[in-house]
């Protein structure tokens, strides 16, 4: 029997605490291990001490912004993908412009259609890698 690969883990970084828990219980159900944290300084630390697949950001933030928080994470962590969530249009288009390998989704959003796009955000890496 062939081994199952390991669940992807996903650093969730969201201020807003009700968001936060339906993201990571969405993400979970999809069968992805999540990390979540309220805030960008509060992701620093988890991605120096460990490996994840994807940042997964809002870009309003106290503290640190979602781009910012990119940026740092692309020093550190240079193999984590990075996907935007926000709920403002203008901010959206300055995350495409900062960082436009980036993915940004724009609020409101279905829970499906989050979960499609992270899936498709691994599919991207592993077609790169072929």
Known sequence: MKDQAPPRRI???EDEDAMRSYLSRALENAGYEVIAVDRG???LPELAKQ???LLLSDIVMPEMDGIELAQRCNEISPRTKVMFITGFAAVSLK???DQPQAKVLSKPFHLRDLVLEVERVFED???AAV
């Open 125 to 127: 890496r592993e077609q």
């Open 51 to 53: 490996d994840f697949d």
């Open 41 to 43: 300084t509060a992701a």
């Open 11 to 13: 650093l969730l970084a």
């Open 95 to 97: 995350a495409s412009r």
